[in-house]
């Protein structure tokens, strides 16, 4: 016990030497995931480590891991909600599957808690989200390209799955799941409505229709 004792207050002492020594850059304490724990960083913490996350200096696997630890620390109740949203605006410009894998399960839990608390708050949530999501969406497109790897695939596919809860009334995802629903039912617009983006574009498309629309989503054969 006396050893351990030792070990946690050079611990300390080398923490507080490294913020002494460097004033502002960012200290994350859980580098490369290795620690079996989740560590509750302070808020000056977090707002030391949104320059390295949002340019993406910060290692992949550390900018999906500080967004883990800090959203199941705030369901635990040990971090404000209004600190997963301060953390969640360095991801605008995201481009990992990895880390989109994280950020996919972050906005659909908060999109939850949101949901039932309602109003303003959740309209703004929402307006908050589709920013991130959209931001991605448009780097990754629709359609896969012949330049794209399996992890490009992955990540629109991850996307994708989240226009028709986030981006559900975008007017520009929208116009794009129209044309595309109403393109399929002409000859040779099969190609139009693919396998992996058809129930995405149904559901935008009932959600912002009518009677018509869903009358025509049943001829498609899914709902």
């Not at 002494?20 to 724990?37: D, E, R």
Request: net charge negative; aromatic share 8%; proline share 1%.
């Amino acid at each position: 016990m006396q050893v351990c004792n030792v070990w946690k207050v050079l611990l300390m002492f080398m923490v507080w030497l490294y913020v002494a020594l460097f004033g502002c850059v960012s200290l994350y304490c859980t580098v490369g995931q290795q620690a079996l724990l989740r560590v509750a960083h302070s808020d000056e913490m977090i707002r030391r480590m949104l320059p390295a996350i949002s340019s993406k200096t910060m290692s992949v696997i550390d900018r999906g891991g500080v967004l883990l630890d800090t959203y199941a620390l705030a369901k635990a109740g040990h971090v404000k909600v209004e600190t997963i949203i301060m953390l969640l605006r360095a991801y605008v410009d995201e481009d990992s599957y990895t880390v989109w894998v994280s950020l996919a399960g972050v906005l659909g839990g908060l999109n939850v808690l949101m949901e039932e608390v309602g109003g303003a708050p959740y309209t703004q949530f929402l307006v908050f989200a589709q920013k991130i999501v959209k931001a991605a969406f448009l780097k990754v497109g629709w359609e896969a390209k012949s330049s794209d790897g399996h992890s490009e695939n992955l990540l629109r596919n991850t996307l994708v799955g989240l226009l028709d809860v986030f981006c559900i009334t975008d007017a520009e995802v929208v116009a794009e799941a129209r044309r595309r629903f109403e393109g399929s039912f002409e000859e040779g617009g099969a190609s139009l409505l693919p396998a992996d983006i058809k129930a995405t574009v149904l559901r935008i498309v009932i959600y912002n229709g009518g009677e018509a629309e869903y009358e025509r989503v049943l001829q498609v054969g899914v709902a």
